[in-house]
């Protein structure tokens, strides 16, 4: 088992030069034992630099902002719905509709006729308005 104090001062002094420079562990092991002739594992170089008290020099990846879709806008009064090429599994037909408020659900028929609507907003509740012109609209598109 290998003790950061069997290193001499110059060999301590080397390692924490090199992990200024940017070397993480897995390269300060390798230098050391090129360079200084000795067995290190993986785990006793972690020890030996902790020991040390040096810190490793981690290059931050810069975090890029999501940007935000902008919402489609929907006039009040307005109900569209969309059918997917691609049905999601379980339904006979599926899609996205937006209501009258502006609020997106996914939408899918399944084998027994019944109709589902899942909101973005899990409390969001249908106004009965909207629902009769989204099942207007859903059976126009599905008569294609």
Do not use: C, H
Not at 116 to 126: E, F, W
């Amino acid at each position: 088992m290998f003790n950061a104090n069997d290193l001499t001062d110059e060999q301590k002094a080397q390692v924490a030069e090199w992990a200024a420079a940017g070397d993480q562990l897995n390269d300060l092991q390798k230098k050391m034992t090129e360079a200084f002739g000795i067995s290190i594992s993986y785990m006793d170089t972690r020890f030996a630099i902790m020991d040390l008290g040096i810190e490793l020099v981690t290059e931050e990846v810069p975090v890029e902002e999501k940007k935000e879709e902008p919402k489609e806008l929907t006039p009040q009064g307005y109900v569209d719905a969309t059918v997917d090429e691609i049905v999601r599994p379980g339904f006979l037909a599926s899609g996205k509709v937006i209501f009258s408020d502006g609020m997106n659900a996914l939408w899918g028929l399944d084998q027994m006729g019944r109709l589902s609507v899942d909101a973005d907003d899990p409390s969001y509740q249908v106004d009965d308005e909207d629902m009769i012109a989204f099942q207007e609209v859903l059976r126009d598109k599905l008569k294609a």
